[in-house]
């Protein structure tokens, strides 16, 4: 974007910000965190309220970094960047590695995103979100009244898109790679062959899953250690878990490449599979699939340079217009978390998922105004109806005019390696475990992404999201994605790779990770922890951890008509790297799992 066009509109908004700011008096109300000379505290006014989801300690490295979600794909990681593998090395072996440890969400049988920038400073992304198969058609959930077959996108073997983590996983390598492709893939078929001790929370959710398990994938033993039927077994925590089948899957893929998982024997199961299940996917939709390159979002944010996720995803044009709609205001001096902080940042989310169900959808189908969506004047006009009185009701609040324009369970990784190359990828089944369908004798678990296209507009997915025509299923089309692998750079040098799955508040946890480092002064792994919060439009409330606002922010908040709902539950699986001023990674993982960040 044009560097005058940016300053234009910082000035611009600044000065909206400063005159808001002055004629309106906010109250600020709550717990604060302070930056205090480098020195990361937080004041407790409040002492009911702790900020922070746990006192976890961000990890420290000199030589690389690895967050993830799972111990053992963040040690296989960091294995491969100590046997001088580079960022991009170690990402496809984590993906891999995730696909075997983490089977509800690390995959072979979904897609992704991946944002990478070189020590150089150039970017790339790349888009391997699963399609729509050739036979899909645009209303192919709805029955003869036109009402939506409730289930059939989100549950068995039509809610599959054709895959697209192996492809992903086949051009990054062959475009940055350094190590050989049968090195980065060895520790998944390891792990696969071998088995790996569960976590308790591995055992909890494959126990979780039997009934549904055995329902869609009858007679079937895929990732068992013995021949036990899979309802009798109750996984416990250290149990070895082997999976025979994904063990020669993994095998084909490190043997071949790509045709190991897109031609021969996998695509023929995955094919037998499909038609077992009246599923869509052929083996002509396998061959036929490919990622796609594609040109990064880049966008200053004060000293800051923001590098994410163009359509697909609909994650990083959102996480830049909630950014640039609150850069005006002073979210430092009123603190974090404080009723005025939030009030502003609720009203910018209410607009953007608004402008999300309008207008994104696949760019290689429609026609993405991402320029104007981000604009100052654009983000401007969507503004003059905020008032510090009373919250806007989303009834009135409609995607914006341009002219001429008519589960939490996803998985974040993020990378750094000595050199400075920098990775950050977010990838999914969609739904936990996926459609729940196991590839018979290929043993991975296919997605139920068909789920994030709009199947009817107006009518939300499993997230709660709305779209419209923009995102409508149509064959061999990707469908939308809040997933924002996003990284930062401060006066030019990497600052920091951000990301979390969590469905549609993947983009407000996000954003809030970003402003609770650069505006509220916490370190990586303090952002991390701080409890979150999230708006989406519609339904017009805003959910928030336990803790997140104090009673004073509460109180504030509903005496201007906010309808606020405590989660039982928690928001993010953030995993980060900070590069601190001496230069030095500060690895951040998410406390409220199994997020481990590894280092050297
Ligand atoms: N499947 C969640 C997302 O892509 O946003």
């Not at 979600?69 to 990402?91: K, M, T, Y």
Request: aromatic share 8%; charged share 20%; glycine share 10%.
């Amino acid at each position: 974007m044009n560097q005058r066009f940016i300053l234009y509109f910082s000035v611009l908004l600044l000065a909206a910000g400063i005159n808001a700011c002055k004629t309106q008096s906010p109250t600020t109300s709550g717990t604060s965190v302070t930056q205090s000379q480098g020195v990361y505290q937080y004041r407790d006014e409040d002492p009911t309220v702790k900020p922070f989801f746990s006192d976890r300690v961000g990890v420290t490295g000199r030589n690389g970094m690895v967050a993830s979600a799972h111990p053992e794909a963040s040690q296989v990681g960091l294995s491969i960047l100590q046997a001088g593998g580079n960022a991009v090395d170690a990402a496809v072996a984590v993906q891999f590695a995730l696909a075997v440890v983490y089977p509800g969400a690390g995959n072979i049988g979904g897609g992704g995103f991946m944002v990478y920038r070189d020590n150089a400073g150039k970017a790339y992304t790349l888009d391997y979100r699963e399609k729509a198969p050739g036979k899909a058609s645009q209303n192919m959930y709805l029955d003869s009244a036109g009402n939506v077959r409730q289930g059939l996108s989100t549950s068995g073997h039509l809610a599959s898109g054709v895959p697209g983590s192996v492809d992903g996983m086949a051009e990054a390598h062959k475009r940055f790679g350094k190590l050989t492709w049968a090195q980065v893939v060895q520790p998944a078929v390891d792990l696969a062959a071998k088995g790996f001790a569960l976590t308790e929370r591995d055992a909890l959710g494959l126990n979780r899953i039997k009934t549904d398990l055995n329902t869609i994938n009858p007679g079937k033993s895929y990732f068992l250690k013995s021949t036990v039927p899979t309802d009798t077994i109750t996984w416990h925590k250290g149990d070895l878990f082997v999976q025979a089948d994904l063990a020669k899957t993994m095998q084909r893929i490190q043997s071949q490449g790509r045709a190991g998982f897109y031609e021969g024997e996998t695509a023929r199961l995955l094919a037998e599979e499909m038609v077992r299940g009246n599923g869509l996917i052929t083996e002509e939709d396998l061959k036929n699939y490919h990622s796609a390159w594609r040109e990064p979002i880049q966008a200053k944010y004060k000293e800051y340079n923001v590098i994410t996720m163009p359509p697909t995803s609909s994650g990083g044009v959102a996480l830049l217009q909630m950014m640039r709609f609150t850069e005006p205001y002073p979210l430092r001096r009123w603190g974090w978390n404080r009723d005025s902080t939030v009030q502003v940042m609720i009203e910018a989310e209410r607009r953007v998922y608004a402008d999300r169900a309008k207008f994104l959808g696949d760019p290689d189908f429609v026609k993405v105004p991402v320029s104007q969506l981000i604009s100052p004047d654009y983000l401007k006009s969507r503004w003059t109806d905020f008032s510090w009185a009373k919250a806007t009701d989303s009834r009135n609040v409609k995607g914006g005019s341009i002219p001429g324009y008519e589960s939490l369970e996803t998985t974040h990784f993020s990378v750094v390696d000595k050199d400075g190359n920098a990775v950050s990828i977010t990838t999914t089944l969609n739904g936990g475990y996926g459609s729940r369908v196991v590839v018979g004798g290929a043993g991975f678990f296919m997605n139920n992404e068909m789920d994030d296209f709009s199947v009817k507009p107006g009518v939300p997915n499993m997230f709660g999201l709305i779209g419209n025509q923009a995102n409508a299923i149509a064959p061999n089309k990707r469908m939308l994605s809040s997933m924002t692998p996003t990284i930062l750079e401060k006066n030019g040098k990497l600052f920091m790779v951000v990301g979390t799955p969590g469905g549609s508040t993947i983009i407000t946890s996000v954003y809030q990770t970003i402003l609770n480092v650069i505006e509220h002064g916490m370190t990586m792994q303090q952002a991390v922890n701080a409890l979150k919060f999230h708006h989406q439009w519609l339904p017009d409330k805003t959910i928030f951890e336990n803790g997140a606002f104090s009673d004073a922010t509460i109180q504030a908040l509903q005496n201007r008509s906010y309808v606020l709902e405590k989660l039982t539950n928690t928001l993010g699986r953030m995993d980060c790297v900070l590069i601190r001023p001496d230069g030095s990674y500060e690895g951040a993982s998410d406390p409220r799992a199994d997020n481990t960040a590894r280092g050297y």
